[in-house]
């Protein structure tokens, strides 16, 4: 690095530390902490829990997918969840495929009209059984977790492209005004 001329060291800084940046923001892309993520199952598919809840109490998951319902009790708060894969950073990625849905119980209150019907949400915790309960025409067994941690996903807003006008490409009035070609 000594012998290098002052222009390369000076760029060769400058890449280490804009690789160490990307290298950071990878790292700190997930939303969910190292802790729960090195616990959860990776191995266990939510189609599999969804068969037999009751054969992996207790074993730390990391799902999630679009908020169907949130009811609220004295005690805790029960999210019903329509489970969607979910993609890097723990991103409920495909609102089209789903393998079913779940319940996430929450200890204390969570308001019903911030995680309201539609939004994205990943939550991470144990399974701690299921409940059964009527969807449509028959009963429906959905697995419970006992959330941890929680995330809610931003609603995703339009981007609104300033408008400049013609004069801000063409000078101002624009190339169709009297003056733009003489006198």
């Known amino acids: 690095l000594q012998k290098m001329a002052p222009a390369l060291r000076h760029g060769f800084k400058f890449f280490s530390v804009v690789l160490l940046g990307l290298v950071v923001n990878g790292c700190a892309a997930h939303v969910i902490s190292g802790r729960l993520r090195q616990q959860a199952a990776p191995n266990l598919p939510f189609r599999e829990v969804l068969k037999a809840p009751q054969n992996h109490l207790d074993c730390t998951v990391i799902w999630g997918g679009i908020i169907i319902q949130t009811l609220n ?3 805790y708060t029960m999210i019903k969840i329509l489970q969607t894969p979910l993609g890097y950073g723990e991103l409920p990625e495909d609102d089209t495929t789903s393998e079913g849905r779940f319940f996430a119980k929450v200890k204390g209150y969570l308001d019903n009209e911030i995680y309201r019907a539609g939004r994205n949400i990943t939550v991470a915790g144990k399974i701690i059984g ?3 309960e ?5 009963h429906y067994t959905y697995p419970v977790i ?4 929680i995330n809610l996903w931003q609603t995703p807003r339009p981007y609104d492209w300033p408008y400049y006008g013609p ?5 101002y009035p624009g190339p169709f005004y009297r003056g733009w070609y003489g006198p």
């Open 134 to 138: 009527p969807l449509g025409q028959m």
């Open 73 to 75: 009790t004295p005690q």
């Open 167 to 171: 004069g801000y490409w063409w000078g």
């Open 146 to 149: 006992l959330v941890e941690e």
């Open 130 to 132: 299921q409940q059964v």
